[in-house]
């Protein structure tokens, strides 16, 4: 049990570094796109801002996935990296559908999953 949680702790701090990190250096690159004058706030500049902001944070989201999926894979939860991946994206959305699960072994996995996910994005 001790070695899961563990493991389970360097994959929380893998996601919060990887979300962090993305964050701070998403924040300076979109900086450079901010208008410096209320004049600049054109509807097209405000949507194209926007585009870049949301695609920047489903990649951020997308990079946490993988890296559970990867988890999954090399621990052999499951035959393919497409079912890992899948299976990660359900738990890490909390969507869940069920249709692919955890062994009874690792089902703490796919809730610990669900709780890295940044509150901006829990319903």
């Not at 690159?29 to 489903?58: I, N």
């Not at 996935?65 to 890992?84: K, M, N, R």
Request: aromatic share 16%.
């Amino acid at each position: 049990m001790f070695k899961q949680l563990l493991v389970l702790f360097l994959l929380v701090s893998a996601c919060v570094a990887i979300h962090g990190g993305g964050m701070i250096l998403g924040l300076r690159w979109l900086g450079r796109f901010w208008p410096r004058k209320p004049g600049d706030f054109t509807p097209l500049r405000t949507f194209w801002f926007l585009v870049r902001l949301v695609y920047g944070l489903l990649l951020l989201h997308l990079l946490q996935i993988t890296v559970w999926a990867v988890f999954y894979q090399l621990d052999g939860c499951f035959p393919d990296f497409e079912t890992s991946f899948y299976y990660s994206a359900a738990s890490y959305s909390t969507v869940g559908y069920g249709d692919v699960v955890l062994g009874h072994e690792g089902r703490i996995r796919g809730a610990v999953e669900a709780v890295t996910r940044p509150p901006s994005m829990r319903r």
